[in-house]
């Protein structure tokens, strides 16, 4: 592998900058115009959020879009991965549509493409409608067909405009953790039902793509899937980390890229595979989209359903305000790993950094642990493509603070400070950093092109 050559490198020309946010997240309007509950309301209304937060406002973005998409204008990102919240267009899950609902997505997508930002639009980011999960879930087969027609509304509606669509964001998260190991709605802990959810949302990804792929000629289709080392806590732990590293990193990416699980649970999914079924996943696909933060540190626990937990990990690593292990050579290894095993174009999807950003005296958010945190990790892509990675974009998560699941509006990811009672939005310093790094990128990728290899990889210009 050689370094890159500094002073003659720049990003491609195409290489898409962009900022990532999910519909739960920020979105709030839980109640408004029709929507109807998901799994995510039911888990907060239960108080099993820190802090007790809910989603019911979040960031408002549900009326407050138009200033927000303005914030992305002023990065200058090309593109915002977004998510439509199921049981908005589909209160219920299935059956009858929302049109109110329907029409908020018209509204959002128009005032995208008015600011020259591409909407990406993911399906599904795990917030499951709660009338669904009450007729079983992911737990039931049937989930993949209730998908494979919300897609077909989904694609019907929007596919003359959207033309990047991604099915399901981390599929392996909010199935271990919403099925097994605890902590994420929809709150099991039965590893039987972890694993028929998995093949279930396998069934729902492939049915999915079939769908779009009909009803949206051009559109360009992917997976995202979270791809994290994951490692032994102690040198007791090797098994652990193997088998948890089979279920976080392979079991989905596996059957949809390749058609098979991974071998360590080949033998335990094998029950719920039918004939056809792996065919039936496996649909091609346009790229590949990965999140990725950190390590992850394996613990073995008899005790727990999996027979595996996530452990500390070493207390002398460098880590992150929330405790994450800072390893940004481990994103340039992954990234390398998944070019290797998957062969599809690569888009960073989800990266960046949670804290606890206080506005100082005057207002300002000055959150150099993020500068430093992006900048490592987007020097890791650029080493990843100057060695031959096919890394076509890469998506700061998050554009706003947001609704961070079960630690609540405590961790910020966003590079724009919210005020959650006043809902101001203030403009951190990572904010106008990646605004000068998009801009220095794109310039001087306009003055030196870049040729492209016929391999699909890039010629460096060496
Ligand atoms: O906030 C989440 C996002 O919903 C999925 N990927 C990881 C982010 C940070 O935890």
């Known amino acids: ?102 029409a908020f997505y018209d509204r959002l997508v128009d005032a995208l493409l008015e600011a020259g930002i591409e909407p990406w639009l993911c399906l599904y980011h795990f917030d499951l409608p709660q009338a669904l999960d009450d007729l079983g879930g992911w737990a039931v087969r049937d989930s993949a067909g209730w998908f494979a027609d919300y897609a077909t509304l989904v694609g019907r509606r929007y596919g003359d405009r959207v033309k990047r669509f991604a099915t399901i964001n981390e599929p392996s998260i909010f199935t271990l953790f919403g099925y097994a190991l605890g902590g994420a709605a929809p709150d099991a802990a039965d590893v039987s039902t972890l694993r028929r959810a998995i093949h279930n949302v396998n069934l729902a990804h492939g049915a999915a793509v079939d769908a779009l792929r009909v009803l949206v000629p051009q559109a360009s289709i992917g997976a995202i899937h979270n791809v994290q080392p994951c490692l032994p806590a102690t040198p007791a732990d090797t098994d652990a980390a193997d088998l948890l590293g089979a279920y976080w990193n392979a079991a989905f990416p596996d059957p949809q890229c390749l058609g098979h699980y991974p071998s360590r649970l ?54 992150t305000p929330i405790d994450w292990p800072t390893a940004p050579e481990a994103l340039r290894e992954t990234l390398h790993q998944v070019h290797n095993r998957y062969r599809l174009p690569i888009y960073v999807t989800e990266n960046g950094l949670g804290s606890y950003d206080t506005p100082d005296a005057i207002g300002k958010i000055t959150d150099t642990q993020r500068i ?38 405590a961790v910020r990811f966003g590079l724009v400070h919210v005020d959650y009672p006043t809902q101001k939005r203030t403009p951190k310093a990572s904010y106008f950093w990646y605004a000068d790094l998009i801009k220095a990128a794109t310039e001087a990728s306009r003055v030196i092109p870049l040729a492209r290899s016929g391999s699909g990889g890039l010629d460096l210009l060496r």
Not at 299 to 310: D, E, I, M, R, Y
Not at 380 to 396: L, S
């Open 1 to 102: 592998m050689n370094p890159p050559d500094d002073a003659k490198w720049t990003w491609p020309p195409t290489f898409v900058w962009g900022v990532s946010m999910s519909a739960f997240q920020i979105e709030g309007a839980t109640r408004e115009d029709g929507r109807g509950p998901s799994v995510w309301d039911t888990y907060g209304a239960s108080g099993r959020v820190a802090n007790h937060d809910t989603g019911d406002v979040a960031c408002d973005h549900y009326h407050r879009y138009p200033e927000d998409i303005a914030l992305m204008r002023g990065l200058g990102v090309r593109a915002y991965r977004f998510s439509v919240a199921w049981s908005r267009v589909l209160p219920q899950g299935r059956g009858a549509a929302n049109e109110a609902g329907l």
């Open 266 to 319: 080949v033998e335990v999914m094998e029950p719920y595979v039918q004939a056809g079924d792996l065919a039936r996943i496996c649909r091609p696909l346009d790229w590949f989209g990965l999140n990725h933060y950190s390590p992850i540190y394996a613990t073995a626990n008899p005790n727990s359903p999996l027979g595996v937990t996530l452990g500390a990990g070493p207390s002398d690593i460098s880590r």
């Open 372 to 409: 430093e945190f992006l900048s490592a990790y987007i020097e890791a892509v650029r080493r990843a493509i100057a060695e031959g990675v096919d890394v076509r974009g890469y998506f700061v998560w998050s554009l706003l603070d947001n609704f961070e699941w079960a630690s609540g509006y």
